[in-house]
């Protein structure tokens, strides 16, 4: 999770593009806050469910892994 605000930044200015509109950089410091606040919390919340205590670092690779782990169960993929 140490690059998840350059890669939310870059997602962000993906949705931008796509949507053709500008946003301020107020509107996109708010949207980024969220996410990585998200984040945090979802990997804390994943290394407390694992008994990893604290260590965010090990949420932050559970819950990425099985976020990614859902998404090919609901594409058919397992």
Not at 8 to 26: D, H, I, Y
Not at 71 to 76: E, F, L, T, Y
């Amino acid at each position: 999770a140490a690059n998840a605000g350059g890669v939310a930044v870059s997602g962000l200015e993906m949705a931008q593009n796509s949507q053709r509109m500008q946003w301020s950089r107020e509107e996109v410091d708010a949207q980024l806050e969220k996410i990585m606040k998200d984040i945090f919390e979802n990997s804390l919340a994943a290394s407390q469910k694992y008994g990893l205590k604290d260590d965010i670092q090990a949420g932050a690779n559970i819950a990425g892994f099985l976020k990614v782990a859902e998404a090919m169960i609901h594409q058919g993929c397992v």
